[in-house]
């Protein structure tokens, strides 16, 4: 069964206090792994696409890696405004049109 | 303003009363998909649609339904609603299917609606 796992489910830290979210996925036929960001009442806003392993983005203090079995969104030196929940979903060769999100890391930045 | 608009963006309603969650985007998109937002669960799809008049069951289609008959709306219809669907309802909207366009194309890219907040008492 196609599967995405996130971890921790919620991470507070400290402005600037660099750290990692994991997104595990178990996905037959991965065709792209997506991040959003999504702040509290609203809908979830794009920030990356990986499509193979060994695959790189940044944006700003966000950085997006994929292996073959799991994603990691890297914060560095993150700001209050880094606060949100970050999700993570798997798109399948099996089916075009289907998306398998994970459940989100609430991330909580502290000045 | 390119955007997915719903309505209504909150609702109280009974057992059993028919409601329909409206979705229209601006953006000439070929692919809409509903979702519903559960604490602890994610994001789960509802149900997708590729283009007019093509729909399709996404993970957990039971006691909802979906039409598209035009390119720019996509209704969720709640024929006999239930406690159990009390919850958090997104529409989505990407120009092609996740995943089949190239991927320098920002064709991948789901914009996503504000939500409706619904209540099923």
Request: charged share 20%; glycine share 8%.
């Given at each position: 069964e196609d599967q995405v796992t996130q971890s921790p489910e919620a991470l507070r830290l400290q402005e600037g206090e660099s750290s990692s979210l994991n997104c595990s996925?178990?996905?037959?036929?991965?065709?792209?792994l997506f991040w959003y960001r999504q702040d509290p009442g609203k809908g979830p806003e794009f920030l990356f696409t990986l499509y193979s392993a060994g695959e790189e983005k940044e944006k700003e203090r966000l950085k997006a890696t994929?292996?073959?079995?799991?994603?990691?969104?890297?914060?560095?030196?993150?700001?209050?405004?880094?606060?949100?929940?970050?999700?993570?979903?798997?798109?399948?060769?099996?089916?075009w049109g289907k998306l398998q999100f994970g459940a989100g890391t609430q991330v909580v930045v502290t000045p | 303003e390119a955007q997915v608009t719903q309505n209504p963006r909150y609702l109280i309603t009974v057992t059993g009363k028919k409601l329909t969650v409206t979705c229209s985007q601006n953006m000439n998109h070929e692919y809409m998909?509903?979702?519903?937002q559960d604490p602890g669960l994610g994001l789960r799809q509802i149900?997708?649609?590729?283009?007019?008049?093509?729909?399709?069951?996404?993970?957990?289609?039971?006691?909802?339904?979906?039409?598209?008959?035009?390119?720019?709306?996509?209704?969720?219809?709640?024929?006999?609603?239930?406690?159990?669907?009390?919850?958090?309802?997104?529409?989505?909207?990407?120009?092609s299917a996740v995943g089949a366009a190239s991927p320098y194309s920002g064709a991948n890219v789901l914009t996503f609606g504000a939500g409706s907040r619904l209540t099923v008492l």
């Amino acid at each position: 069964e196609d599967q995405v796992t996130q971890s921790p489910e919620a991470l507070r830290l400290q402005e600037g206090e660099s750290s990692s979210l994991n997104c595990s996925y178990t996905v037959s036929g991965l065709r792209g792994l997506f991040w959003y960001r999504q702040d509290p009442g609203k809908g979830p806003e794009f920030l990356f696409t990986l499509y193979s392993a060994g695959e790189e983005k940044e944006k700003e203090r966000l950085k997006a890696t994929l292996t073959k079995k799991e994603s990691f969104l890297h914060i560095t030196a993150p700001k209050p405004e880094d606060s949100a929940t970050y999700l993570c979903a798997g798109g399948t060769t099996d089916s075009w049109g289907k998306l398998q999100f994970g459940a989100g890391t609430q991330v909580v930045v502290t000045p | 303003e390119a955007q997915v608009t719903q309505n209504p963006r909150y609702l109280i309603t009974v057992t059993g009363k028919k409601l329909t969650v409206t979705c229209s985007q601006n953006m000439n998109h070929e692919y809409m998909s509903w979702y519903r937002q559960d604490p602890g669960l994610g994001l789960r799809q509802i149900y997708y649609s590729m283009n007019v008049e093509v729909t399709d069951k996404g993970d957990v289609p039971e006691g909802y339904k979906v039409s598209r008959k035009e390119k720019r709306n996509f209704p969720l219809i709640l024929e006999s609603p239930s406690p159990n669907q009390t919850s958090l309802y997104f529409c989505a909207s990407t120009p092609s299917a996740v995943g089949a366009a190239s991927p320098y194309s920002g064709a991948n890219v789901l914009t996503f609606g504000a939500g409706s907040r619904l209540t099923v008492l």
